[in-house]
């Protein structure tokens, strides 16, 4: 007995060190994915913090069809540090350290083996598989993600599979994230629904619905801090319930069910981790006959994480997949030396993969850093001071950030279904971009007219913006740059100045 509580022992610290080694490594390739690779959806989220800090109210100065709970954390940040793309990562970075954190102490694993094999592997695949679907950046599908996740093996997979292991802490925990989700995006709703039931326990029902409320009466109160509760309900809900399915593709709601199928078919990984989550489940069925009922609520919500299909919308799927690997909290302790020369073999393939030694890693970052500079943002910094607005359209929101400017617009960016919106507002929630350029008279302004999916021409949902500035505005040559009629020698003086060239960005 002796013996075997020597060889545990040793296991233990074995597996506690590679678990130390690994959670370095991670640190250092966040820090490396600080500035790696950058899109509009994380600059829009970063822009809007940025507005929101200045004192402007979201959905009524800022619009924005993402739940309030998104720019929460970004407008704290900027009211301490002012930042970029890569101080809001920071938040994200700081996150999943606590999503590990939460892993390592899910009821689900009762050894420090298991806690940290567990946590090697779910760590590893969140920073080396999920960046390829935009999971380092700070996007509310992050975010989501990793509230899931922590909920899963802190609470909703232990109440199914553990129960007697639940604490009071867990259940408060897994609640109140659970809350949080729509507050993320309506969407997240049926899953929300879907796992308070799975995961509640009659001896928890009180704490359970006091955690869910309080949780949602501090998300409504930061919501009225930052913004217009009815300017939620017409952007957030209004817009993305009854607008956007118009911009669907395909005519009919069978074709809109046939390609979202077709998309996520079509995506291997989806497939691969849908795989994953079935056979999961079905072991929780094999586990616990009885809570067949609680499992299926529980596939039902993940596989509701694919409504928007593939891409980056699955991004909360793949974070709630790799929830999975807290099963091995249920599989019996592997004896023979195979099983665990595998562990020890995965283990160090995740070092070996974290270390950024593998060819062609390090060039990955290298070859996509974060746009630091361009073209426009220097002839914005030299034309306009830093209390000017300057606007951009369609969908560039890193060029505010590199110019260090605000937008002259609530509308920052412009879409069909914004358009589309202002044409039947409700609640009287609505914010005109061409009466705003009228009223600002922004110095500058790029618009890079885009055809939006093939179907929707620049002027076909854009054509007020494009008169406005028609009549007020003078373009800079063949470049999409707009400026001020009384300001046009000064850009043209700027523009021959300026020791970049435009097109060595693209």
């Not at 402007?56 to 301490?80: A, C, I, K």
């Not at 994200?92 to 420090?112: D, H, I, K, R, Y």
């Not at 970052?365 to 073209?375: D, K, N, Q």
Request: hydrophobic residues 50%; contains cysteine; positive net charge.
């Amino acid at each position: 007995m002796a013996a075997d509580r020597d060889g545990l022992n040793t296991q233990s610290a074995a597996a506690l060190t590679t678990l130390l080694v690994v959670v370095v490594l991670i640190v250092r390739h966040q820090v490396v994915m600080l500035n790696y690779l950058d899109w509009g959806d994380e600059s829009e989220t970063v822009v809007t913090s940025k507005m929101l800090a200045a004192g402007m109210r979201l959905y009524s100065d800022v619009f924005n069809h993402h739940g309030p709970l998104t720019f929460l954390p970004g407008v704290l940040l900027e009211q301490l540090s002012p930042g970029g793309i890569a101080e809001h990562r920071v938040i994200v970075m700081v996150c999943q350290l606590a999503t590990l954190a939460a892993v390592f102490l899910s009821p689900l694993l009762q050894t420090p083996t298991r806690r940290s094999v567990a946590t090697v592997l779910i760590g590893t695949a969140m920073v080396v598989y999920l960046p390829n679907h935009w999971g380092h950046m700070y996007v509310y599908q992050a975010f989501a993600g990793m509230l899931i996740l922590v909920a899963l093996v802190l609470y909703v997979m232990p109440a199914i599979l553990a129960s007697p292991s639940l604490s009071r802490t867990h259940v408060l925990i897994g609640n109140v994230l659970l809350a949080c989700l729509p507050f993320l995006a309506v969407t997240y709703v049926p899953l929300t629904a879907l796992l308070w039931i799975a995961g509640l326990r009659t001896r928890y029902v009180r704490m359970a619905l006091s955690a869910f409320m309080i949780a949602t009466v501090a998300n409504i109160i930061a919501l009225a801090w930052m913004g217009s509760i009815s300017g939620f309900v017409a952007y957030h809900l209004y817009l993305n319930l009854v607008i956007l399915p118009e911009f669907a593709a395909g005519n009919s709601l069978f074709a809109s069910i046939a390609g979202l199928v077709k998309s996520v078919l079509g995506a291997k990984s989806i497939v691969g981790f849908a795989l994953v989550v079935v056979a999961s489940c079905v072991a929780m069925v094999r586990r616990c006959p009885r809570e067949s009922w609680r499992v299926t609520l529980l596939g039902l919500a993940l596989g509701s994480l694919l409504a928007r299909g593939a891409g980056f919308y699955a991004l909360p799927f793949y974070y709630a997949a790799l929830s999975m690997i807290a099963l091995i909290g249920i599989v019996p302790r592997p004896t023979a030396v195979p099983a665990k020369a595998l562990v020890a073999l995965a283990a160090l393939g995740c070092i070996v993969k974290l270390s950024l030694l593998w060819p062609g890693d390090r060039e990955q970052f290298e070859a996509y850093p974060v746009t630091m500079r361009s073209e426009f943002a220097e002839l914005a910094k030299a034309l306009t001071d830093p209390s000017d607005r300057i606007l951009v359209y369609t969908f560039l929101n890193n060029e505010y950030l590199m110019s260090g400017r605000l937008p002259a617009s609530a509308h920052f960016f412009y879409f069909p279904w914004q358009a589309r919106y202002n044409e039947s507002p409700i609640l009287g929630i609505k914010a005109d971009p061409c009466d705003d350029i009228r009223t600002v008279r922004p110095k500058l302004i790029f618009l890079d007219e885009a055809d939006v999916w093939g179907r929707f021409p620049w002027r076909s949902y854009a054509g007020c913006i494009q008169d406005v500035v028609d009549a007020d505005y003078s373009k800079l040559g063949e470049r999409p740059y707009y400026v001020r009629v009384d300001l046009r020698p000064a850009a043209e003086s700027v523009l021959q100045r300026i020791d970049y060239d435009f097109s060595a960005r693209k």
